[in-house]
C-alpha cells in the first residue's frame, strides 16, 4: 500500500511538473514527495495511537522540507506539492487525489471551531502559491484557487476563486456575471456628501439672516 500511494505521488509529479525529467529523480529530489512519504508514516502511527511518535515524525518532515502536515491529516494518493516551502495542513484537513498544492498555501482553521475545523479539498484541483483557505469549508473538484486568495466559504466544483476574500471570478470556464466589482471612489463619494449637506447648511443661515434682517427693521 505504501509504495503504491509513493508510485501514485511520483507519477503526479511527473504529470504536473514540465521541469521532472525522470522519476528517479523525483523520488530522490523532491521535497513534496519526501513530505508526502513521511506523512503516510506519521498517519500509520497516529491511527494505531502512538501520537507522539507520529508528531516527532512530522516534526521532523517540517524541518527537513519545509512542509508541516499534521499526522491526522487525510491525504489521497496522487498529491503534488510543487515546491513545498510553507505549506500547512491541519489536522482535520482532507485533499482529494490529484490536487496540487504550490508553496506557502495554508489549509488551516480559524481558532474558532472544534472537531472538523479544517477544509475538505475535492480532486484535481490547484491551490495556488500563498493561497489560505480556513475553517471547515469544502472546495470542490476541478477548482482553482488563486495565488494569495483567501477562501472562507466553499467553493463550487470548476470554480476559480481569487481575492480577498475570495470570490467566484469563473464557474465550469464562464465568468461569474454574478461577480460586480465596486468602481465608485469612497473619497469622491465622501467628499459630494460634505457638500451636499454645506449647501443646506448655508440655506439655512442665509434663511435665518433674512428673519434676522426682518425682525431689526420693525
Not at 485533499?95 to 479539498?121: N, S
Not at 476563486?161 to 461569474?176: L, M, Q, T, Y
Request: glycine fraction near 10%.
Amino acid at each position: 500500500m505504501f509504495f503504491k500511494r509513493l508510485r501514485a505521488d511520483i507519477a503526479a509529479a511527473k504529470a504536473n511538473d514540465p521541469a521532472a525529467r525522470s522519476k528517479f529523480e523525483i523520488w530522490l529530489t523532491y521535497p513534496g514527495i519526501r513530505a508526502l512519504s513521511m506523512h503516510r508514516a506519521a498517519y500509520a502511527l497516529n491511527k494505531i495511537r502512538l501520537k507522539l511518535l507520529a508528531r516527532i515524525i512530522s516534526q521532523w518532515c517540517r524541518r527537513l522540507t519545509g512542509i508541516e502536515i499534521h499526522p491526522a491529516a487525510k491525504i489521497a494518493a496522487g498529491v503534488f506539492i510543487d515546491h513545498g516551502m510553507g505549506v500547512v495542513i491541519g489536522e482535520t484537513a482532507e485533499v482529494g487525489r490529484g490536487t496540487v498544492l504550490y508553496q506557502g498555501c495554508t489549509l488551516g482553521g480559524t481558532g474558532k471551531e472544534t472537531g472538523k475545523r479544517h477544509p475538505t479539498v475535492g480532486e484535481n484541483c490547484v491551490i495556488s502559491a500563498g493561497a489560505k483557505i480556513l475553517g471547515n469549508i469544502t472546495v470542490g473538484d476541478y477548482a482553482k484557487v488563486g495565488a494569495g486568495a483567501v477562501v472562507l466559504k466553499n467553493v463550487p466544483p470548476h470554480a476559480t476563486v481569487v481575492g480577498v476574500p475570495a470570490r467566484a471570478v469563473r464557474i465550469c470556464g464562464e465568468k461569474n456575471v454574478d461577480l460586480v466589482q465596486e468602481k465608485a471612489d469612497p473619497y469622491l463619494k465622501e467628499i459630494c456628501a460634505l457638500r451636499e449637506r454645506t449647501f443646506a447648511l448655508e440655506q439655512k443661515l442665509e434663511k435665518l439672516e433674512r428673519s434676522r434682517d426682518s425682525y431689526e427693521n420693525l
